[in-house]
């Protein structure tokens, strides 16, 4: 079968830092990919891991280990505006499978 | 707006009614993807077009049905739903269904079966 962990809820206050993991069992295993959700709206693509190692984008970084079948989302000097759902998703072969999701508060 | 539009944002139904959600997309995508979104329940992936043929139909009842009459259109009509089919449902394209690029997401259709 085809599972994704991660946590349910992580709460910080503004300018922390907060590492979100997710961890997965799948086959045909192609990459790891990062979405935000506000209350609301779309989801909208973060990131995109296909090899090992980390990825920055801003603020924002995204890391893949294969062996461990593990990968987390790091957000740093967080805003109020963080403040959203989180998903990890695998790409497998030719289509997207979502984790439950990680609703991240940011409080002032 | 995402360049996703879905089309009604909200949509309340009887168990006997038919309706239908839409989606249109002018990315220049060539696959499009139906998602229903539960409280605390991942994105369950319903279907999957790529190039307007059906690629994937992840074991869906057939109340339930598809059409995607060209690369920019996506439609899921309705009928006979249950109220346990109330959810939201997600409408994203890409542009080759190997989606490392990313998919884009619409907002969705609220959609309440009474």
């Known amino acids: 079968g085809q599972s994704l962990e991660q946590p349910s809820e992580v709460t910080a206050v503004e300018g922390a830092i907060v590492q979100i993991n997710c961890t997965y069992q799948t086959s045909g295993f192609y990459g790891l990919s990062w979405y935000q959700q506000h209350d609301g709206g779309a989801p909208t693509f973060l990131s995109y891991?296909?090899?090992?190692g980390l990825e920055e984008t801003g603020r924002f970084s995204s890391f893949l280990s294969r062996s461990d079948s593990y990968g987390y989302l790091l957000l740093q000097e967080l805003q109020m505006k963080d403040s959203a759902s989180y998903f990890c998703?695998?790409?497998?072969?030719?289509?997207?499978?979502f984790g439950t999701g990680t609703r991240l508060q940011v409080f002032p | 707006e995402t360049g996703v539009t879905q089309t009604p944002r909200h949509l309340v139904m009887g168990m006997t009614n038919k309706k239908s959600l839409k989606c249109e997309q002018h990315l220049g995508h060539n696959a499009m993807y139906w998602y229903k979104q539960s409280a605390k329940k991942p994105l369950e992936l319903m279907f999957v077009?790529?190039?307007?043929?059906?690629?994937e139909n992840n074991s869906v009842p057939s109340r339930f049905s598809p059409e995607c009459p060209n690369s920019s259109h996506l439609f899921l009509h309705l009928h006979t739903l249950q109220p346990e089919d109330s959810a939201l449902y997600l409408c994203?394209?890409?542009?080759?269904?190997?989606?490392?690029?990313?998919?884009?997401f619409g907002s969705g259709t609220r959609l309440t079966v009474v």
């Open positions: 077009y790529s190039l307007e043929e059906r690629v």
């Open positions: 994203a394209s890409s542009p080759s269904p190997q989606g490392a690029v990313g998919y884009t």
């Open positions: 891991n296909g090899l090992d």
């Open positions: 998703a695998v790409i497998n072969t030719d289509k997207l499978i």
